[in-house]
Structure formats: structure tokens, C-alpha cells
């Protein structure tokens, strides 16, 4: 019985007791599932009964994703992660990223994840801290990177370590927008105009270059 509820929880597998040596491998149909059975062979296996082989897999997911919102300084992450301790991992970087809000976690395990996930997620969260508010999102191999920055110094440094930092096999599509100076006003604000019967000369300052633009 214990060995059919482990069966009923996988998309596909098997389940196999040789006297009471239990063996138990396949594909959990859904992340819940995944952590169920993982538990349930970690710590309610019958009395008497040993597990002798186990290899349980998370659901395969296509497209894999993965996403971290940003906004006031703290982060909120959904969609998967290829293992517990890759997830573990990422909470981690989180929390230090975001040091002065507690990370909200919604991540599954799921498998298929493409190589180097850990790292452009981990580095995706680094630069999510510094940006006023913003998006990273993996989907597949693409690293979808969005966002406000305070200033175009910041969104250079951020796009120049994604490119230098995140693992070549993925696609980066950053939009990082910031605001743009205004314009100084100038000091002791003048304009002249000049007319010498033949042309019209004017120096001096001009509030915009649309007023400019207007002369």
C-alpha cells in the first residue's frame, strides 16, 4: 500500500519490493508530488522495510521559468528552481541582496532547467538590488531583465555585469530605463540679439532646446 500511494504521485515510474528491499524510481507528476514522495521515502518507509534504491525526479518543465519582482527594496520570486539546494541558494543571494526585507519564496522544484541556471539567477537577483524597482525572468534561455535605475551610471554597470557575469548561453534582453538629468540652469541668464541691417545675431542662453529650436 505504501508503495502504490508513492506510484499513484508520478507521472511515470515504478515501484518494485524484492522481499522487503523496496525500490521506487520515476518522474513526480507535479512539484507537490515531488517533495511528497521524496519525504515520504525519507521518513515513512514501513518498519522492516528497506529502501534499497530510490530515484525520483522533479516534473520536467517546458519552458522552464523562473521570475523575481523587485519593488521598495524588497523581492518576490515565483516559477522553478532545478533542485532544493539551488533554491536554497538563490534565497540566500536574495536575502542578501535584499538585506532590509525578508524574500518571499515561491519557487517549486522542477527539472529541465537550462545549464547554468543557478548562476544567471543568482546574478539576475545581485542586479535586481539595484534598480528602484524591476523584473528578471528566465524563460528557457532567455533572461528577461527589466527595470528603473537611478541613473544611467547604474543601468550601464548593471547591463555591463550581465553581459560580463551571466553565463553565455543565455539570451539577454535588458530594459533598463533611468531618468535623464535636466537640463543646468544657467548662471546669470542672458540672451542678446543683435541686428546689423544684413543678419541677426544672437548669443547667450536659451531655456530648452526646443525654445532653440524655435528660433
Do not use: C
Amino acid at each position: 500500500a505504501f508503495a502504490l500511494k508513492q506510484l499513484a504521485q508520478l507521472k511515470k515510474g515504478q515501484a518494485e519490493l524484492d522481499g522487503l528491499d523496496l525500490s521506487v524510481a520515476g518522474e513526480a507528476a507535479t512539484a507537490p508530488a515531488f517533495t511528497s514522495v521524496k519525504t515520504a521515502l525519507a521518513k515513512s518507509v514501513p518498519a522492516g522495510v528497506k529502501l534499497a534504491f530510490e530515484k525520483v525526479t522533479p516534473p520536467y518543465i517546458v519552458p522552464y521559468a523562473w521570475q523575481a519582482k523587485a519593488a521598495n527594496g524588497a523581492v518576490a520570486m515565483s516559477g522553478y528552481a532545478p533542485s532544493d539546494d539551488i533554491r536554497n541558494t538563490l534565497a540566500g543571494v536574495a536575502k542578501k541582496a535584499f538585506a532590509k526585507s525578508a524574500p518571499k519564496d515561491a519557487t517549486e522544484v522542477g527539472d529541465g532547467a537550462p545549464e547554468g541556471f543557478g548562476k544567471a539567477a543568482a546574478i539576475a537577483l545581485q542586479q535586481l538590488a539595484q534598480l528602484k524597482s524591476g523584473i528578471a525572468e528566465v524563460r528557457g534561455k532567455d533572461l528577461a531583465f527589466i527595470g528603473e535605475a537611478a541613473d544611467e551610471a547604474t543601468a550601464q554597470a548593471i547591463r555591463t555585469a550581465l553581459k560580463t557575469d551571466v553565463p553565455a548561453n543565455f539570451r539577454i534582453n535588458d530594459q533598463i530605463k533611468y531618468p535623464k538629468p535636466e537640463s543646468a540652469t544657467a548662471a546669470g541668464y542672458t540672451m542678446a540679439i543683435a541686428f546689423d541691417g544684413t543678419g541677426v545675431e544672437v548669443t547667450g542662453h536659451v531655456p530648452s532646446d526646443a525654445a532653440h529650436a524655435a528660433m
